[in-house]
């Protein structure tokens, strides 16, 4: 009998951060075992440092080889095809990256996150332009994209209607400054929690925890938590979807704290 609910995977952002030895990892653990222990707490981590240039396709070998089965990992795309007034010449930065070895993670790579700059505005056509350029298959191999923007020029429904075109979801991101967008695209979730505090053990209180862990099964049932945002047209399918929760930016030291607890929670 098939899961009436699509896979939680809940992390952080790396898991090369100073301030996290002696707190999540124990004193003198070998930093080369940092992601394997990471990886044996979380069930995924969105790695940033493909954002900023291309990587190994040995490393994406040795990543791939020092995580469980059913870990995955989500990458940031990189900066090159996203940071520029033209979105739609991107197509070289985009093949170069895909290029680069990302396939070596095998069925260990999620989600690749293509973020904007918080001054890119809402251009619809040359917004289309770049969907179009993301490859959904490549050697057979079925890929998932999905879009961070952060200006409010994207709050509007016409956006919404265009990533529904393209099967492509936007990144529901809890920030301080960037828009909170939670419609529903596609078929999974992609969720950055960025209010944490470090002067609470599990990152956020217990209470806001439980909501969102609340959030993700709702998500993973198909349907679409009533207290967040939305800024599209009509209702998304009614159907199981995969969700990617990550723990990240304010409360840095504790994210994982929090992660392992919302593990827990949907557990």
């Keep these: 009998m098939k899961s009436k609910s699509g896979n939680i ?40 440092g493909t954002f ?28 090159f095809a996203t940071n520029r007034k033209v979105l739609a010449e991107a197509g070289d930065s985009v093949k170069r990256f895909y290029d680069s070895g990302v396939l070596e993670l095998g069925d260990r790579l999620g989600p690749v996150l293509w973020q904007f700059a918080p001054t890119k505005k809402f251009d619809e056509a040359d917004f289309g332009a770049f969907l179009d350029l993301l490859p959904r298959t490549i050697d057979g191999r079925a890929l ?17 209607a265009l990533l529904r075109q393209h099967d492509i979801p936007v990144v529901y991101s809890e920030h301080a400054i960037y828009p909170e967008i939670a419609d529903v695209v596609g078929d999974f979730v992609y969720a950055r929690l960025q209010k944490g505090k470090d002067d609470i053990a599990t990152g956020y209180p217990p209470k806001a925890l439980a909501a969102w862990a609340k959030r993700f099964e709702t998500w993973a049932e198909g349907g679409e938590p009533d207290d967040l945002p939305k800024i599209g047209d009509g209702k998304a399918k ?30």
Excluded at 57 to 75: C, I, M, Q, T, Y
Excluded at 251 to 266: D, N, Q, T
């Design 9 to 48: 995977r809940i992390g952080i952002g790396g898991w090369t951060y100073e301030p996290w030895r002696g707190v999540f990892y124990p004193d003198k653990l070998p930093q080369r075992k940092e992601l394997e222990y990471a990886a044996s707490r979380l069930t995924s981590i969105e790695i940033n």
């Design 52 to 79: 900023y240039g291309s990587q190994k396709p040995e490393s994406f070998r040795k990543w791939a080889s020092e995580v469980p089965d059913g870990f995955v990992f989500a990458l940031k795309g990189p900066r």
């Design 238 to 267: 009614k159907q199981k979807r995969d969700v990617f929760a990550y723990v990240i930016h304010e409360g840095k030291v504790r994210a994982p704290a929090a992660a392992m607890e919302l593990i827990r929670l949907v557990g």
């Design 144 to 160: 998932r994209h999905v879009v961070e923007v952060r200006h409010d020029s994207f709050c509007t429904p016409a956006f919404i």
